[in-house]
């Protein structure tokens, strides 16, 4: 299985909401990444998880909190956001190893009103 | 710092057209390189890799060659298909950045390929 899954696939806020994104995979990885992806450009990195911990936090601004609670599972918890806060969200998890492929899920569609 | 340069598209073929994908990289020392692909409304899918100086990756009638004298990973096939229509990233993996065994991605712009029938 090597397989990253995310809910919702599809999100609509308004900018006072509180909503979470989720990521599960269970291929054993160690380390799990969250990216924003603005239409037309590549991915940008936000945040990366490592044995369950933060070790990378890409300045991310404080409206966007993520949460590892176990090592198949990623959250992204989102509040206040703008409506430039609109954009994919792509989850991924690698084994640990700069050489390994980096395996992306189908990503959450944010729009924020 | 590390980057990744790719071809500007968007790239419109005919069916059966030989492709091209030009990649570029600098680094610093001896990065893996990956060609990434995304379809509509779709994540990124690893297309190949290649993790050392003239490896070859190839998958799916993609090929590409890591050229560590020229610095490239430019993507080719044969004869592409409508359904190799989709958005294609060139991205390096940088060594040095080893924090407790993750991996950071430098992604270039990403090409938009279209193939008609």
Known sequence: ?113 | GNSVTQMEGPVTLSEEAFLTINCTYTATGYPSLFWYVQYPGEGLQLLLKATKADDKGSNKGFEATYRKETTSFHLEKGSVQVSDSAVYFCALSDHRWGIQGAQKLVFGQGTRLTINP
């Open chain 1, 1 to 113: 299985d090597t397989e990253v899954t995310q809910t919702p696939k599809h999100l609509v806020m308004g900018m006072t909401n509180k909503k979470s994104l989720k990521c599960e995979q269970h291929m054993g990885h160690r380390a799990m990444y969250w990216y924003k992806q603005k239409a037309k450009k590549p991915p940008e990195l936000m945040f990366v998880y490592s044995y369950e911990k933060l070790s990378i936090n890409e300045s991310v601004p404080s409206r966007f909190s993520p949460e590892c609670p176990n090592s198949s599972l990623l959250n992204l918890h989102l509040h206040a956001l703008q409506p430039e806060d609109s954009a994919l969200y792509l989850c991924a998890s690698t084994k640990l190893g700069s050489t390994d492929t980096q395996y992306f899920g189908p990503g959450t569609r944010l729009t924020v009103l």
